[in-house]
T-cell receptor, first 113, second 115 residues
């Protein structure tokens, strides 16, 4: 069993839709949770970073963490064609420098105009 | 966020040759750099962790004699793919931890094609 599970998609939605991306994990030691966006042939770009259970909002993006269920989500409101990318969830166990990230498989999202 | 650059952005080489990829932290000092490999439609696979002034730590299954990592300064880490073969063709990405270490900032990646 993988430590982090993420549905690879692909996911296709119309412009303006609300997108929900999810990851589950099995390692209860994970304390830090991140969402990265990766455009084709580019490096991942950090979108959201959360620590505690609950919601964190940044513009059209909301990250949600439920540690009791070992479940994290990323919501994208009013999705745009420019949001078309692969979204990777990532987690780490500690904040010491050099803390390894464990990635989900990535979900490929297409927002159609 | 922190800025990490990579050079070259893409490279094509013949089988058997060696290729060096540079990863630079542009606006901060990076005592640690991570090197990842990513195959098409797959997630990132951690290859090794490099620490400035010391030997890199390689993940299980990664040949340290084939993937040479040097981290001689606080702003530069290099990955050399020695005697490259077609199966080494991949997207190589470096990253560096944020100041608090809780997350990482990634470089733009280097696409390697070995003919």
């Amino acid at each position: 069993q993988k430590e982090v599970e993420q549905d690879p998609g692909p996911l296709s939605v119309p412009e303006g839709a609300i997108v929900s991306l999810n990851c589950t994990y099995s390692n209860s030691a994970f304390q830090y949770f991140m969402w990265y966006r990766q455009y084709s042939r580019k490096g991942p770009e950090l979108l959201m970073y959360t620590y505690s259970s609950g919601n964190k909002e940044d513009g059209r993006f909301t990250a949600q963490v439920d540690k009791s269920s070992k479940y994290i989500s990323l919501f994208i409101r009013d999705s745009q064609p420019s949001d078309s990318a692969t979204y990777l969830c990532a987690m780490s166990v500690g904040e010491t420098s050099g803390s390894r990230l464990t990635f989900g498989e990535g979900t490929q999202l297409t927002v159609n105009p | 966020g922190a800025v990490v650059s990579q050079h070259p952005s893409w490279v094509i080489c013949k089988s058997g040759t060696s290729v060096k990829i540079e990863c630079r932290s542009l606006d901060f000092q990076a005592t640690t750099m991570f090197w990842y490999r990513q195959f098409p439609k797959q997630s990132l696979m951690l290859m090794a962790t490099s620490n400035e002034g010391s030997k890199a730590t390689y993940e299980q299954g990664v040949e340290k004699d084939k993937f040479l990592i040097n981290h001689a300064s606080l702003t530069l880490s290099t990955l050399t793919v020695t005697s490259a073969h077609p199966e080494d063709s991949s997207f190589y990405i470096c990253s560096s931890p944020s100041g608090g270490g809780e997350t990482q900032y990634f470089g733009p990646g280097t696409r390697l094609l070995v003919l």
